[in-house]
């Protein structure tokens, strides 16, 4: 089993940035797929961006293509989502997830793990 805590969120202004973490503690997380997740207040939990086991394959929703990037260190047991030129449409609570159910995940159900959680407000 692997614990996630997520970290790095926070206020800012618009086209600024903010690098999350997401940490895991319990496994090594090379096993691992992860992805970012979040949610606005009113509306479903969206996917963000995933990358696979290894480290070598990403994907991004388009809305934040260009702008975000993941990245996973299996040393330091930690994921990474690096945001710039953040916009007030990306206001919501980022959630980090693990799974060793499939090498690569798009989409909410594979993940089993889930970590609790970090605010980013974007002000415009």
């Known amino acids: 089993q692997v614990q996630l805590v997520e970290s790095g969120g926070g206020l800012v202004q618009a086209g600024g940035s903010l690098r999350l973490s997401c940490a895991a503690s319990?496994?090594?997380?090379?096993?691992?797929?992860v992805g970012w997740f979040r949610q606005a207040p009113g509306k479903e939990r969206e996917f963000v961006a995933a990358?696979?086991?290894?480290?070598?394959?990403?994907y991004y929703v388009d809305s934040v293509k260009g702008r975000f990037t993941i990245s996973k260190d299996n040393a330091k047991n930690t994921v990474y989502l690096q945001m710039n030129s953040l916009k007030p449409e990306d206001t919501a609570v980022y959630y980090c997830?693990?799974?060793?159910?499939?090498?690569?995940?798009?989409?909410?159900?594979?993940?089993?793990?889930w970590g609790q959680g970090t605010q980013v407000t974007v002000s415009s």
């Open positions: 997830a693990a799974t060793t159910r499939v090498i690569f995940a798009t989409t909410a159900a594979p993940y089993n793990y």
């Open positions: 319990g496994r090594t997380f090379s096993s691992y797929a």
């Open positions: 990358i696979n086991q290894s480290g070598k394959s990403t």
